[in-house]
């Protein structure tokens, strides 16, 4: 009878086998590949100042505190939107529903408040209806033994639906004044002049490196995107682990719409559109890996304010709309194509 219990994988040979392995001495093609390796890794890092530099030289007074705060709100919408993103794509999954979720929350906040809903009570209807979305996008997944591009898409059908039918063509809303100043150029925090979004971006981004680093959960998303089979043998929680990020996906995407609504003041079911690939975008070229397993939102962060340099720059220059998703196009290429010769782990070892 053979032993069934499963074995922990690990970065590389056992103990016994390294040390009767003689150590190979490095060889320059070796030290080049190490050397390309972690050029690679520092990509993101080194494009942000670069396109940063670049927008200072090509776009007059790019350099005032406006200017500044604009990228950032723009970055901030999008990195809020690609944090739940950024979970699902580790856990091996990836979350289509975010656009329409997004123009859901938008239609929700301005209608209600409009009819005179208190906000506490409509915030807490936003989360616990992003909460069900994201349950249902994780279980339906599960359940149906698909992978959770098919089931989310239908999800984003079936919400973007509901938002249609709850708008029914309304173009007049209310939203109170503090949430368009919270997305507001001029905007203010307390005493501090600027916008709360930004604000809210740094906290999550700060909450969201720290669970994927530091908890259980976090460990076991990346376990279950780098193997299921495997992480299933090893009692990692992965039912758990899927309505967790597909409900944080959610509950992120519902925040961003609650901002947008903020931005127009006007309900917009379709606000959300935008990051249908956006979202995919600012994940991919911060280096996380669509198949799962790899990366971390500290990369998503950094692709984020890429996406938003560009498309500034692009815009500050005089590009067209067009000429601007060819660029992220041809970005998105180069640096996944530049990932994808990373140093396996074995070769690191």
């Given at each position: ?10 970065d590389g040979p056992p103990e016994s086998t390294r040390a009767a392995r003689p150590t190979a001495a490095a060889t320059p093609s070796s030290l080049a590949a190490v050397v390309a390796a972690n050029f690679t890794n520092a ?61 859901l929350s938008d239609i929700i906040v301005t209608q209600l408040y409009n009819d005179g809903w208190a906000l506490p009570v409509i915030f807490l209807a936003i989360a616990a209806l992003a909460i069900l979305i994201g349950t ?169 304010l890429i996406v938003a340099e560009l498309t500034t720059l692009l815009v500050g220059v005089g590009f067209n709309a067009s000429f601007q998703e060819l660029a992220l196009g041809i970005l998105v290429i180069l640096l996944t ?13």
């Amino acid at each position: 009878m053979t032993d069934s219990t499963p074995v922990a994988a690990t970065d590389g040979p056992p103990e016994s086998t390294r040390a009767a392995r003689p150590t190979a001495a490095a060889t320059p093609s070796s030290l080049a590949a190490v050397v390309a390796a972690n050029f690679t890794n520092a990509l993101p890092y080194i494009l942000v100042p670069v396109l940063y530099i670049l927008s200072l030289v090509f776009i007059p007074g790019y350099f005032s505190k406006a200017s500044v705060i604009s990228l950032l709100i723009l970055a901030s919408l999008l990195g809020l939107s690609s944090l739940g993103q950024t979970m699902t794509i580790v856990a091996g999954g990836i979350d289509l529903s975010i656009p329409a979720v997004i123009g859901l929350s938008d239609i929700i906040v301005t209608q209600l408040y409009n009819d005179g809903w208190a906000l506490p009570v409509i915030f807490l209807a936003i989360a616990a209806l992003a909460i069900l979305i994201g349950t249902i996008n994780a279980v339906a997944s599960v359940l149906l033994r698909v992978h959770s591009l098919i089931t989310t898409f239908g999800m984003s059908l079936i919400v973007s639906g509901v938002a249609l039918e709850w708008s029914n063509g309304a173009v007049t809303g209310l939203v109170p004044g503090w949430l368009t100043s919270s997305v507001s150029v001029i905007g203010k925090t307390g005493p501090i002049p600027v916008p709360a979004i930004i604000f809210v971006w740094a906290a999550g981004s700060v909450l969201a490196v720290w669970f994927m680093n530091r908890t259980r959960l976090g460990r076991e998303t990346y376990a279950l995107g780098a193997n299921a089979v495997a992480a299933r043998l090893a009692t990692v929680r992965s039912t758990w682990v899927q309505v967790v990020v597909f409900s944080v996906s959610a509950l992120c995407a519902a925040m961003v719409g609650i901002f947008l609504a903020g931005y127009s003041g006007i309900p917009d079911p379709t606000v959300g559109e935008p990051y249908f690939f956006q979202t995919i975008t600012a994940v991919v070229i911060g280096g996380t890996s669509l198949l799962g397993g790899r990366g971390g939102y500290l990369r998503t962060v950094l692709g984020a304010l890429i996406v938003a340099e560009l498309t500034t720059l692009l815009v500050g220059v005089g590009f067209n709309a067009s000429f601007q998703e060819l660029a992220l196009g041809i970005l998105v290429i180069l640096l996944t194509s530049s990932y994808g010769r990373e140093l396996k782990v074995a070769a690191k070892i």
